[in-house]
């Protein structure tokens, strides 16, 4: 069993979890994942480490409300226990040697970019960082992004908030006045993701993405997680939970992930609904 150790309400619908996990702890690196199931007869779901504490054996993670695993994750306390947390899972992300970079994050996106940017920025790498929100009220660890980036920029699509826009339009405004940089690490939506992509494709800048699909095993077995890579013309399948997640943006089709992406929103939303009830019964 895996005890919540301090909690945090990042905005109204992401949550922050620490958890303790010594072995986790001490082996996680910027990129790779853990899968956890929050109670015994509960579905494993995946979730990127955003942070450790090898010296208090702890691990933070990061997770919007989104289906019933995660509604339920989200009523654990502190003191309370995960069934399972299994990790670190994934290959890290690959930040040695680069000297300047561009971390593009957008929305919870943004908690599996920031500890990459922090390890870069400890490796002595200029860090440019640009993330992106919906609006306002759901913009989170700003601070943190502040803290390990030389610039930071942060826009929201409605403009209530610091520069009104997506975050390709300050990155194609610094390409364009001929910034240039070692890779773009970019994070978050699929659909963000890969407008990133095609912005930086004109410049010939490595381009970075980390994929987040449907995961089951973590192992490569299930086959859940597989993604096609276009590479020298030829489709690739690749697995995400043991190849990735980051692959090479130029040769993610997108247009796939997306569609299989999609193929479990209303039973994610049917899972939420009835986990939201189950707690109102208990409440009663």
Do not use: W
């Not at 975050?167 to 001929?178: Q, Y």
Request: proline share 5%.
């Amino acid at each position: 069993m895996y005890r919540v150790v301090s909690r945090k309400e990042l905005n109204p619908t992401v949550t922050q979890l620490e958890i303790e996990a010594p072995l986790v702890a001490k082996k996680a690196q910027p990129g790779q994942f853990i899968i956890l199931r929050a109670n015994e007869d509960g579905e494993r779901i995946p979730l990127t480490v955003a942070g450790t504490d090898p010296e208090k054996g702890t691990v933070k993670i990061i997770f919007q409300i989104v289906g019933g695993t995660t509604e339920i994750l989200n009523h654990k306390m502190v003191g309370d226990y995960l069934a399972d947390f299994v990790g670190p899972l994934g290959v890290a992300s690959e930040i040695e040697g680069l000297k300047k970079v561009c971390v593009v994050g957008g929305g919870v996106g943004c908690a599996i970019a920031m500890p990459i940017a922090q390890a870069l920025h400890d490796n002595g790498c200029e860090v440019t960082s640009i993330i992106g929100f919906r609006s306002k009220d759901i913009v989170i660890l700003e601070d943190e992004f502040k803290a390990c980036s030389d610039k930071l920029i942060v826009m929201t699509d409605d403009g209530s908030y610091a520069r009104q826009g997506n975050v390709t339009v300050p990155l194609k405004e610094m390409l364009d006045a001929g910034e240039t940089f070692d890779e773009i690490i970019t994070i978050g939506p699929l659909i963000m993701m890969k407008f990133v992509v095609a912005t930086a494709k004109p410049f010939n800048i490595p381009c970075t993405v980390s994929m987040n699909p449907i995961m089951i095993d973590g192992t490569g077995m299930c086959g859940g997680c597989r993604l096609t890579l276009v590479q020298d013309g030829k489709r690739v399948t690749k697995f995400a939970c043991v190849d990735g997640p980051d692959f090479n943006g130029y040769e993610v089709d997108f247009d796939e992930a997306m569609s299989r992406g999609r193929m479990y929103m209303d039973y994610e939303k049917h899972a939420r609904d009835a986990a939201c009830n189950l707690f109102k019964k208990e409440a009663k």
